[in-house]
């Protein structure tokens, strides 16, 4: 069991103690109700407990609560009550803190034996005998892409946020279905095959004629349409924009009608995106168990709707738009069907959101998307509930904040949005650049290899360190850096460690389970390395509690370095005491397991040589 866990297990208890002592009749304290901190000073112990919360249920000081509480865990301690639990530690009063000086010993073996065990698996909760999320069905919809488009950042900030929550969730006994919606209908898809019929048909251009992946090709047709009546100065000729914006939709018209030849020219286009999209999120290590079509759904979302208006759920404009009045939840009212009868997005998700319920039974349904579909969402879940689906109770909307570059915000429409191969390959030639500078090609191996993914380490760390709700700007330069909080600086530690582990096998230095070894590890950098380690199950249980990865990037880049001034203080190979040499050989050799397991949860490759 997680050390700090353990401790707030026997404080919850003796908590609940002191609770029938005085003959309180409240509800018994939970364990996830203690909250844990760091003590400000060696001094004041490792772990720190806060008593304030409960002064009003006990109707004590805090300060008396503390003396309580170390008396009744020194008394059960005697008594044999804590059994099942190996006491970590001293617990003692600290004002209105209940404080807790660890057994630096026994707690040092029981972690580094816990994480040479599980291995690859250490942090994984799917380990312990009630993993917290286990029996929970997530379904996560994420990316999302538009087939007039190839990926850009934006999708890089939701795939790496789905993705890595996903993960997380996963190691916490949720069982996970990651999904994606594929928008391939619409006016604006129909405004980049309405450009390829204008500029490129006759030619008979594609993307293998011109030498251009698959999706950017589409992506540039788009561009062109928005640069119908658009004259060389900027200056706009608004007859031929408005005739351009009316012939896609008759086209979108058309295509609902299922005219052959427009369908025949969808298919291809929607081909030539969806396959370059696909290269992309193989290239990102972006994985879905199911995609769903926009076209297939909306006509799902469409029946609904007209049930719901039979139903007396929506009503009709007399133009024949079909509307929902959303006075309840203190809004106007929003339109589901157009008067032409084709579908929104809003028919779309509808229709996605009742497919989806029935392919997989969830308890859950998280949409990662944009902190600009807030409205969106709180009418979709509004419209689900309105219709009797009991399940739209286990709807969330995982809002992310806008990520631009440093030049300002991306407009797909006027060709200003940076494409996702593009920044990567970006990140990746500036990589290549400063290994041939420092003359490394020979000493990392397949340079091409290790500069992708060190590059691919860069843009998801610096994507993933900042929380899901704020905006950000990427900031490439920044991102590279061997320094600081980057990417790269986790790669460079944990191939810094690999070199370490391969010198002591070359003079035949080994790693070692004794405990009496292990109890060497008691200075001030050792023992605080050691505790950092052991918080990795609880870091990823709270981050995947609160769907937010950026927790789990301050955890690793505080365990680079505490590793940092660990290997500075503390002599591995050269130390002349060859006990402790092994004992910190195998505290090395757990931070290198900390430093990859963590870094998988964030999409972070783990390099041996760079």
């Not at 707030?8 to 029938?20: D, F, G, S």
């Not at 109707?59 to 008396?64: I, K, L, S, T, V």
């Not at 949005?417 to 020979?442: P, S, T, Y």
């Not at 002599?571 to 430093?595: M, N, Y």
Request: net charge negative; charged share 25%.
């Amino acid at each position: 069991m997680d050390l700090r866990k353990q401790c707030a297990i026997i404080v919850a208890y003796a908590l609940n103690e002191l609770l029938e002592t005085k003959k309180l009749q409240v509800e018994k304290i939970k364990t996830e109700n203690i909250t844990l901190e760091n003590p400000p000073s060696a001094e004041m112990g490792d772990i720190g407990i806060p008593l304030f919360s409960f002064a009003k249920t006990l109707h004590m000081a805090p300060p008396m609560i503390a003396k309580e509480l170390e008396k009744i865990i020194l008394e059960n301690s005697c008594d044999g009550k804590y059994s099942d639990y190996q006491m970590p530690g001293d617990f003692f009063a600290v004002g209105p803190y209940l404080n807790i000086r660890l057994n630096k010993g026994l707690v040092a073996s029981g972690i580094i034996e816990k994480i040479e065990n599980q291995g690859v698996n250490y942090g994984s909760l799917n380990n312990e005998e009630v993993a917290p999320m286990k029996g929970r069905r997530v379904m996560i919809e994420f990316s999302s892409p538009n087939t007039n488009k190839p990926l850009h950042l934006g999708h890089l900030r939701n795939d790496a946020l789905g993705e890595s929550v996903s993960r997380m969730l996963r190691k916490c006994g949720a069982e996970v279905f990651k999904v994606n919606i594929i928008n391939d209908r619409g006016v604006h898809i129909c405004k980049s095959m309405l450009a390829y019929k204008k500029f490129h048909e006759e030619k008979g251009d594609t993307p293998e004629s011109l030498g251009i992946k698959s999706d950017r090709f589409v992506g540039d047709c788009y561009v062109e349409f928005n640069n119908i009546g658009r004259k060389a100065d900027g200056t706009i000729i608004e007859a031929e924009k408005k005739a351009a914006e009316e012939e896609a939709q008759n086209m979108l018209i058309e295509w609902e009608k299922g005219n052959e030849e427009i369908r025949c020219l969808w298919k291809r286009m929607n081909k030539w995106a969806i396959d370059g999209v696909k290269k992309t999120y193989e290239r990102t290590g972006i994985s879905f168990d199911k995609l769903y079509y926009e076209s297939e759904t909306y006509l799902v979302g469409k029946e609904i709707i007209l049930q719901g208006l039979k139903d007396s759920h929506f009503y009709k404009e007399e133009d024949g738009s079909v509307w929902v009045d959303l006075a309840e939840i203190n809004l106007d009212k929003k339109v589901l069907l157009r008067k032409d009868g084709t579908a929104l997005y809003m028919t779309q998700d509808i229709g996605t959101a009742v497919s989806r319920h029935n392919d997989w039974n969830f308890n859950n349904l998280v949409y990662v998307v944009g902190s600009e579909q807030i409205y969106h969402f709180k009418v979709l879940f509004y419209i689900l509930k309105k219709l009797g689906y009991e399940w739209a109770n286990k709807l969330f909307h995982l809002s992310y904040g806008m990520v631009n570059l440093p030049e300002g915000r991306m407009k797909s429409r006027e060709g200003t949005v940076v494409d996702a191969d593009d920044l990567i390959d970006n990140l990746r030639d500036d990589v290549l650049a400063e290994i041939a500078e420092k003359g490394r090609q020979d000493a990392v191996g397949d340079v091409n290899e290790v500069a992708e993914k060190i590059a691919l380490g860069a843009l998801h760390y610096y994507l993933l360190q900042v929380s899901p709700t704020k905006d950000m700007i990427f900031n490439p330069k920044e991102s590279l850096s061997f320094n600081g909080n980057t990417g790269p600086y986790l790669q460079y530690m944990g191939a810094r460690i690999c070199s370490i582990l391969r010198k002591a096998k070359e003079i035949g230095l080994d790693c070692t389970t004794d405990k009496n070894t292990l109890a060497l590890l008691s200075s001030e950098e050792e023992w605080a390395l050691i505790k950092l380690l052991g918080e990795l199950p609880s870091v990823l249980e709270k981050a995947a509690d609160s769907l937010d990865p950026s927790s789990v990037a301050v955890y690793l880049y505080e365990v680079a370095k505490q590793f940092s001034k660990f290997y500075h203080e503390c002599p591995i190979i050269s130390a002349e005491d060859k006990k402790l040499a092994t004992a910190r050989l195998t505290l090395a050799r757990c931070t290198r397991t900390v430093l990859q397991n963590g870094m998988e949860m964030i999409l972070v490759p783990f390099l041996e040589t760079m």
